[in-house]
C-alpha cells in the first residue's frame, strides 16, 4: 500500500496518548529517501556546483558569491554520526538537502567522543591526534556529494574532543570537553593547532583539493559555545571539579586553575611597574611575595572596582587572544581561503559584549538560540534522568524571542549567523519558530541561518531511530516549515529595514556587563526599547564608546516592522503576520488568525494554534505565480508520547513515527490574476501527490478551500 494512502487511512486509527485527554493526531513519516523525486523539489535555486567559481567572500559586511551576488545560507547541522554517511547513502542525503533547499551543512562534533563510528578520531588509538582512514574518507566523499548538489560545507573544528592519556595533557580524564581551558592551556592549544592542520591540509580525493583549498568549503568556526568569560562568570574556573565523572559544563581542575592563576600573575607584572604590583598587592591585602588570587563569582559585588577590573580585562584579553591565535595559525601558518568564526554568542541571560567585543575581530559573528531549552534533572521519586520545558508560544513574548535574543549579537560591518537553532522537542508551538526566525532575520539583514540539527544518526537509520529534543527530519512540522522558508530566505523575500538602530559600548560598559543582573535581558543596554529588532536593523557600532540614540517604539500592540511587511500582536493571543509579494504567512493563536490577513490570503481555522505559510514557487509574486507551496502546520509528537499532568515534561518519549494534529478550517485566497482554476494538491510525508487534484471553490471574488478534507502539512496550489 502506498505510504499516502496509509496516512490517509490512518486519520482516525491515530491517537497519542496525554497525561489527561485523547487527542485525535495523524501519523505524517516522512520518506526523506524520495523526497526529491517529489512536487517540491527546490534543487533548482542552488547553483551548482557549490564554489563553482571561487570562495565566498565578503563586501560591505555581508557573503556573495565571487560575482558579488549575495549569499544567504539556509542550512542544517549534521551531528557526530549524521557527518560520516556510508557510501551508499551519501549521495542519496546530497540530493535530499538540495531538493529541501539546504544550501549549507555545519558539520558539527567531527570530534565526538560518542563512538567510532561518530568521529574522525581512531578509536584504536591512545590519542585524539590522528585520524581513522574510513571516518576520513567518508567524509570526504560526503563533502563532495554536497558539492555537486550545490550545498557548502562549515566546518566546527574544537567542539566534543575528550583528550586521551597519549595526548600528554594532565588530567586529561578530568576535563571532559575542556570548554574554558581550550582557550589558556598551551599544550590544548597546541593540540587545536595540530588537528586544525591536519584536517585542513588534508586532501579530498574526491574533489581534488586540500580542504584550505576547497571553496565548496566556505566557513570554518574555531570552537563552540566555549568562552573563558562565560567560564568565569558561570564559576567554572574556581578549580573545584576533581572527578572524572564529566558534562558538558564542567567547571576545571585545580591543576588548571592554579595554571590560569600563574597566567593572570604574569600578565600583571606586565601591566604594573614593580612598586605599583606592590601597592597593589597591599591594597588588596596579598602579601608581596604571594600570587594574587582570582576572583570566584561569588566575589564579583563585594571586590573593590579595581580588583574587578583589572581581572576582568586579563579574562578578556586572554581569550581575545586564543582567537586571534588560532585564526592567524589558519590564515598565516596553513593558508586556508575560507571565511573563519571564533565562536557563538549564546548565554542570553547575561551580557554578551565582551564576548562580542573579541569574535568580531575576525570574520564573521554568529550567535545560537534555543526556544525554551529543556532543563535536564534527575527525577528524586523515580532516580531516573528527566527534563521539564515551559512549553509556552514564543508569539506571545516578542521582547524574549528568538529573534530579539540573537538581534543582540549583529555587528556593523560583518556578516552575521545564526549557527544554532530550534524549538526543542516536545515544544507544542514548534510551527511558529522556523518562519519567524526566518522571516525577521531578512528584516535584520542576517547572512545565515543553520537549524539545529537535522540529524544525529547514521542516515541508514533516519526512518526507524527515536529523535531526540533536536532532530528534525522526521518532525513534519519541522520539515515542512524548514522546507518553506528556504526560497523566502535565499530569495530575500522580506525587505531589509532602512534604518539601523545602532548600540555603542565603552569598555567600562563591557566589563561591568560580566557582573551585571538580569534585569534588562537580553540586551543589557539601559533605554534600548525591547521591540527595536522587531522594527529596525540593530547592529552594535563600537566597543570603545560613542553616542546612544534610541528611537521610540510607539506602536507595540501589534509591532509593526518599518517595512510594514511584519506585524507581530504580543501577549496571550499572540500572532504573527507576514505578508510580501512572494511569501506570506499567517502564525499563532487562530483567535487572531481568523481576524487578520495578508495581502492573498484569509483563514477560518478550527485550530487554537497553527502557522500557514504560502510562498511562490516560481519566484513570480502569489497573484501572479503558477504554482505555490501552502505548508500549514499545528502540533506534532511522536506515537505514544504521554504528557505529565502540565504538559511540562513527558512521562513516555514515544516513537516514530510522528503524528500531526492536521490544520482544519477554510482558506480563503483573493487577488489571483487570471485564475480559470485552482488546485490544491496534497503532499505526503515524501513530498509527492497524494492522488488527489482538488479543486478551490470561487465566490465573491474568492477562491475557498476547505483544508478539513485532508490530512497533510503541505499542498501544491497551482494555478490553471
Known amino acids: 500500500m502506498q505510504l499516502s494512502k496509509l496516512v490517509f487511512l490512518s486519520f482516525l486509527l491515530f491517537v497519542v496518548s496525554n497525561a489527561n485527554s485523547q487527542t485525535e493526531m495523524v501519523p505524517f513519516p516522512i520518506d526523506w529517501e524520495e523526497f526529491p523525486n517529489g512536487e517540491i523539489n527546490l534543487s533548482f535555486a542552488l547553483e551548482k556546483p557549490a564554489g563553482k567559481d571561487g570562495f565566498i567572500k565578503i563586501e560591505n559586511g555581508h557573503f556573495v558569491k565571487p560575482n558579488s551576488k549575495r549569499f544567504r545560507i539556509w542550512g542544517v547541522n549534521l551531528t557526530a554520526g549524521a557527518c560520516f554517511p556510508e557510501k551508499t547513502e551519501a549521495p542519496k542525503v546530497a540530493a535530499f538537502l538540495s531538493a529541501a533547499g539546504i544550501n549549507a551543512v555545519r558539520f558539527h562534533f567531527l570530534d565526538s567522543n560518542w563512538g567510532a563510528d561518530k568521529s574522525l578520531f581512531d578509536y584504536n588509538l591512545d590519542h585524539t591526534q590522528a585520524f581513522n582512514p ?36 594532565p588530567y586529561y580524564d ?67 571539579h576533581n572527578s572524572t565523572e564529566t558534562s ?47 576572583l570566584k563569582e561569588t566575589e564579583f559585588n563585594t571586590a573593590s572596582d579595581k580588583r574587578f577590573i583589572t581581572e576582568a580585562m586579563f579574562i578578556i584579553e586572554t581569550e581575545k587572544n586564543f582567537y586571534r591565535a588560532i585564526y592567524n595559525h589558519l590564515k598565516e601558518t596553513i593558508g586556508v581561503n575560507q571565511l573563519v568564526a571564533a565562536n557563538s554568542d549564546h548565554n542570553h541571560y547575561k551580557s554578551g559584549n565582551a564576548l562580542l567585543s573579541a569574535t568580531s575581530k575576525l570574520d564573521f559573528v554568529d550567535g545560537h ?178 553616542e546612544n540614540d534610541f528611537p521610540e517604539i510607539n506602536e507595540t500592540n501589534p509591532i509593526l516592522s518599518e517595512t510594514r511587511q511584519l506585524m507581530w500582536f504580543p501577549n496571550e493571543d499572540g500572532m504573527i503576520r507576514l505578508s510580501t509579494p512572494q511569501t506570506q504567512a499567517l502564525i499563532g493563536h487562530s483567535k487572531k488568525l481568523n481576524i487578520f490577513k495578508t495581502k492573498n490570503f484569509q483563514l477560518k481555522l478550527n485550530n487554537k494554534f497553527a502557522s500557514v505559510v504560502l510562498t511562490s514557487l516560481d519566484g513570480k509574486p502569489i497573484e501572479s505565480s503558477e504554482k505555490m507551496l501552502l505548508a500549514l502546520t499545528s502540533k ?85
Not at 570526504?140 to 595526548?167: H, I, M, P, W
Not at 509556552?392 to 524571542?401: A, R
Request: charged fraction near 25%; aromatic fraction near 14%.
Open 369 to 546: 538560540v534555543y526556544w525554551q531549552h529543556p532543563k535536564y534533572f534527575k527525577d528524586q521519586t523515580t532516580g531516573k534522568n528527566t527534563f521539564s520545558i515551559d512549553n509556552l508560544p514564543m508569539v506571545d513574548d516578542p521582547t524574549w524571542s528568538t529573534v530579539a535574543q540573537l538581534s543582540r549579537s549583529a555587528v556593523e560591518g560583518k556578516p552575521f549567523t545564526v549557527s544554532e537553532t530550534n524549538h526543542p522537542y516536545p515544544n507544542e508551538y514548534s510551527c511558529e519558530g522556523f518562519i519567524t526566525l526566518g522571516a525577521y532575520g531578512l528584516l535584520q539583514d542576517w547572512d545565515g541561518i543553520y537549524f539545529y540539527t537535522f540529524e544525529h544518526g547514521d542516515p541508514a537509520e533516519w526512518k526507524s531511530k527515536k529523535p531526540n529534543y533536536f532532530d528534525i527530519l522526521n518532525d513534519p512540522v519541522k520539515f515542512a516549515n524548514l522546507v518553506a522558508g528556504a526560497l523566502m530566505f535565499q530569495r530575500g523575500d522580506v525587505d531589509a529595514a532602512k534604518t539601523t538602530v545602532y548600540r555603542n559600548y565603552t569598555q567600562n560598559d563591557i566589563i561591568e556587563g560580566i557582573r551585571a543582573d538580569a534585569g534588562e535581558k537580553p540586551f543589557f543596554t539601559p533605554g534600548f526599547p525591547a521591540e527595536t529588532p522587531l522594527v529596525y536593523k540593530t547592529r552594535i557600532q563600537s566597543f570603545i564608546g560613542g
Open 174 to 240: 578530568y576535563l571532559g570537553l575542556a570548554k574554558g581551558t581550550t582557550l589558556f592551556n598551551d599544550r590544548i592549544i597546541e593540540l587545536q593547532k595540530d588537528y586544525a592542520t591536519q584536517l585542513l591540509t588534508h586532501k579530498n580525493t574526491y574533489t581534488g583539493n586540500q580542504y584550505k583549498n576547497e571553496p565548496a568549503l566556505a566557513f570554518i568556526e574555531i570552537v563552540n559555545e566555549n568562552s573563558l568569560v562565560e567560564a568565569w562568570f558561570t564559576g567554572r574556573l574556581n578549580g573545584d
Open 248 to 294: 558538558t559544563w564542567s567547571g576545571i581542575p585545580k591543576y588548571y586553575a592554579d595554571e590560569l592563576t600563574k597566567k593572570y600573575n604574569e600578565w600583571l607584572e606586565k601591566q604594573f611597574f614593580e612598586n605599583e604590583l606592590k601597592a597593589y598587592k597591599k591594597e588588596i591585602d596579598v602579601a608581596a611575595d604571594s600570587l594574587v588570587p582570582r
Open 636 to 720: 506534532s509528537i511522536l506515537s505514544g508520547a504521554k504528557w505529565n499532568a502540565d504538559r511540562t515534561s513527558l512521562l513516555e518519549w514515544g516513537e516514530q513515527p510522528f503524528g500531526i494534529e492536521p490544520v482544519t478550517g477554510k482558506i480563503e485566497i483573493t487577488g489571483i490574476e487570471n485564475a480559470e482554476t485552482i488546485f490544491f494538491i496534497p503532499l505526503d510525508g515524501s513530498g509527492k501527490s497524494m492522488g488527489k487534484q482538488l479543486r478551490a471553490t470561487y465566490e465573491n471574488q474568492k477562491w475557498s478551500f476547505d483544508l478539513s478534507r485532508v490530512p497533510t502539512v503541505w499542498y501544491i496550489v497551482e494555478r490553471k
Open 134 to 169: 574510513e571516518q576520513i574518507d567518508k567524509l570526504d566523499y560526503f563533502v563532495a556529494e554536497l558539492k555537486k548538489q550545490g550545498v557548502y560545507s562549515n566546518f566546527n573544528l574544537n567542539v566534543g574532543r575528550n583528550y586521551r592519556k597519549g595526548d600528554d595533557v
